[in-house]
C-alpha cells in the first residue's frame, strides 16, 4: 500500500478500533491460479502479543482453506470514506488550484493462516462472532437458540480460518495535507451531506485539527 508518512496511523488503539467497527474484512491470499479475495467477517483477537490474531470462517465448498494453510495472507479492513468536493475548500475562492480527491480510512493486517477444523473449535468461532455482532440487541439470538441437529451439520459445513498476525498497518487519509480552513470546510460539506458515512469521516478529520 502507497503510504505518505502524513497520512500514516501508527496507534495501536485508533487500528484495533476500526478492525472492530469494521469486521467485515477482505481476505487476500495466493493460490494456484493467483490471486484471491475473500470477504468475511473476522473477528480481532488481542491475544497473543504483540499483535495478536484474526479469527473467521469459510463455508466449506470455498477452495481458498484448502491452499492457504500456513500460508501469508492479507486481510484488508476498510473504515470510513468520503468523496471530496474542491468546492468545500475555502483556498478555491483564494486561488482556484484545487482539485477533488477521495478520503479514507484503512487497516491492513499481514500474517500466515491456520485451518481449524475440530468441532468445539468451529463452535466457539461462531458463537464469539454471533454474540459480538448480537450483542444490544433486544432479544440477542444465540447459537443454542437452534436446534442441535441442526447446528452441527451447519458446523460441519464450514471451516475456521486463524491468522496469526505478523503486521499491522494504517492508512488514514483525511485531508492531512490541506490547511486547517480547508479542513473545516470539508467537515461542513461532509456534515451537510447527512449520510453515515460522512458524518463518520468528518468526526475523523475533525481529530486533526489543531
Given at each position: 500500500m502507497y503510504l505518505p508518512?502524513?497520512?500514516e496511523e501508527t496507534?495501536?488503539?485508533?487500528?484495533?478500533a476500526l478492525m472492530r467497527e469494521h469486521p467485515f474484512a477482505t481476505l487476500v491470499t495466493a493460490s494456484?491460479?493467483?490471486?484471491?479475495?475473500?470477504?468475511?467477517?473476522?473477528?480481532?483477537?488481542?491475544?497473543?502479543a504483540?499483535?495478536?490474531?484474526?479469527?473467521?470462517?469459510?463455508?466449506?465448498?470455498?477452495?481458498?482453506?484448502?491452499?492457504?494453510?500456513?500460508?501469508?495472507?492479507?486481510?484488508?479492513?476498510?473504515?470510513?470514506?468520503?468523496?471530496?468536493?474542491?468546492?468545500?475548500?475555502?483556498?478555491?475562492?483564494?486561488h482556484g488550484k484545487v482539485v477533488p480527491t477521495w478520503n479514507y480510512a484503512v487497516v491492513h493486517v499481514r500474517g500466515p493462516l491456520r485451518i481449524i477444523e475440530e468441532p468445539q473449535q468451529l463452535r466457539a468461532i461462531v458463537e464469539k462472532l454471533t454474540n459480538h455482532h448480537e450483542a444490544g440487541r433486544p432479544q440477542p439470538w444465540q447459537v443454542t437458540d437452534a436446534p442441535p441437529d441442526y447446528i452441527e451439520p451447519m458446523?460441519?459445513?464450514?471451516?475456521?480460518?486463524?491468522m496469526s498476525i505478523t503486521k499491522i498497518v494504517g492508512k488514514w487519509k483525511v485531508s492531512q495535507n490541506r490547511s486547517a480552513d480547508d479542513?473545516?470546510?470539508v467537515i461542513s460539506g461532509l456534515t451537510a451531506q447527512g449520510d453515515s458515512n460522512a458524518r463518520a469521516m468528518a468526526g475523523l478529520i475533525k481529530e486533526t485539527l489543531p
Open positions: 508518512a502524513q497520512f496507534r495501536s488503539e485508533v487500528l484495533q494456484a491460479d493467483g490471486i484471491v479475495a475473500n470477504h468475511i467477517p473476522m473477528e480481532y483477537d488481542p491475544e497473543p504483540p499483535f495478536g490474531r484474526l479469527v473467521g470462517h469459510v463455508a466449506r465448498a470455498n477452495p481458498v482453506w484448502r491452499e492457504v494453510a500456513e500460508h501469508e495472507a492479507l486481510a484488508i479492513f476498510q473504515g470510513p470514506q468520503a468523496y471530496i468536493s474542491p468546492a468545500w475548500y475555502p483556498s478555491k475562492q483564494e458446523l460441519k459445513a464450514i471451516v475456521g480460518i486463524e479542513r473545516v470546510g
